[in-house]
């Protein structure tokens, strides 16, 4: 357990929130100078950089505040919910572990291709106990068996969107702002972030309030049909987060959690979750030719294709620089 910078800033939250350091911050930002856009720039804050193995990313410093808050309430199991190929069920199991805590997962149906097939073997590796519930009503009926089951575990829902999970992105923006005033990147205009199930985005908002970048817009780009996500919901986790800060003893300032400050846009969401669009592929290849850049196609390269399009003109609304949160989907 180590200081954060939520820590520093609010020391009651030391023993009532710990941390268990799973990554390593500040992760790298660069300006995407070779991007073909033709409003302001675009840089890059690469959170893949965050955590070991290449599994590094936004589901790591969620972990770090949820395995930790598991712990500390003396839990031994997490039950959490996820697609066939889900990136946070691995992080999940591959963590938990490491800290003594067994992951019992849900999976969910989504399309499967070779690296949903392989994420599978991993997940089977990974010493996870794995329920095919196949669709949410089906892992809605399921709950009340795998809780009679596992009795004390800890249940997290999917992706880790509560508000202790969405302390990870409370703790980013901190840092965000502390890389601003040393001049590491210049302070963004707007922030585009991928949107699964809303922790990441919610975190961020609330966290670039308590950093005094109140004024900087994000732009959540939805990829997820099977949740029901806007700004409403979005903020009301913002608002349960603070809630939460609030309970375990910080004082936090009064909020305001504007609604021009948040978009929440589905318009780069295609078919449906895990359905790749033409538009993904070209911001994957785009992004890889020109800035040496790895993205995925179910998350960050629906997030780079709204860059791309937000970036290819002047469009009013799109305020610059323009920060690309890299969450990152290992492949
Ligand atoms: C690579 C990547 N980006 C973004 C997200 C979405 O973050 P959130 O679920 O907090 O909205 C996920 C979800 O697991 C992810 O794996």
Redo the contacts with the bound molecule.
């Keep these: 357990m180590t200081e954060t910078l939520l820590h520093q800033r609010f020391p009651a939250l030391k023993a009532s929130l710990p941390r268990l350091r799973l990554g390593s911050g500040p992760t790298p930002v660069r300006e995407l100078t070779h991007l073909p856009t033709a409003a302001g720039p675009v840089w890059l804050k690469d959170e893949g950089a965050y955590g070991d193995g290449g599994w590094g ?3 790591v410093r969620k972990l770090e505040w949820l395995l930790a808050d598991a712990v500390r309430r003396d839990r031994r199991t997490v039950i959490t919910v996820g697609g066939l190929g889900t ?2 069920g691995l992080a999940t199991a591959r963590y938990g572990r490491e800290h003594g805590l067994d992951t019992v997962l849900a999976l969910v149906d989504q399309p499967v291709d070779d690296h949903v097939r392989a994420q599978l073997d991993r997940l089977r590796d990974s010493g996870a106990r794995l329920y095919f519930t196949r669709t949410k009503i089906r892992t809605v009926a399921a709950a009340p068996l795998l809780l009679a089951r596992y009795r004390r575990a800890c249940v997290i829902p999917p ?1 880790g ?1 509560n508000a202790v999970g969405a302390l990870g992105y409370v703790e980013m923006a901190l840092e965000l702002a502390e890389q601003i005033r040393a001049g590491a990147l210049p302070r963004p205009g707007s922030i585009v972030v ?8 919610a975190g961020l908002c609330l966290g670039l309030e308590l950093a005094g970048l109140a004024d900087v817009t994000v732009t959540a780009v939805v990829v997820n049909d099977t949740l029901h996500l806007d700004q409403h919901t979005i903020h009301r986790l913002a608002r349960r987060t603070a809630t939460l800060l609030t309970a375990r003893g910080a004082d936090l300032p009064a909020l305001q959690l504007s609604p021009q400050r948040l978009t929440v846009t589905r318009a780069w969401l295609g078919t449906g979750y895990g359905h790749p669009t033409p538009a993904a592929l070209t911001a994957l290849a785009v992004a890889r030719e020109h800035e040496n850049l790895a993205l ?1 196609p179910v ?2 390269g629906k997030a780079m294709a709204a860059v791309l399009d937000l970036t290819a003109d002047d469009k009013p609304g799109t305020e610059t620089p323009v920060l690309f949160l890299n ?3 290992p492949r």
């Excluded at 991928?194 to 985005?201: D, E, H, L, R």
């Design positions: 990313g936004n589901k990136n946070w992706g969107s991928p949107v699964g199930s809303g922790g990441t985005a995925e998350y960050t969450t990152n989907g």
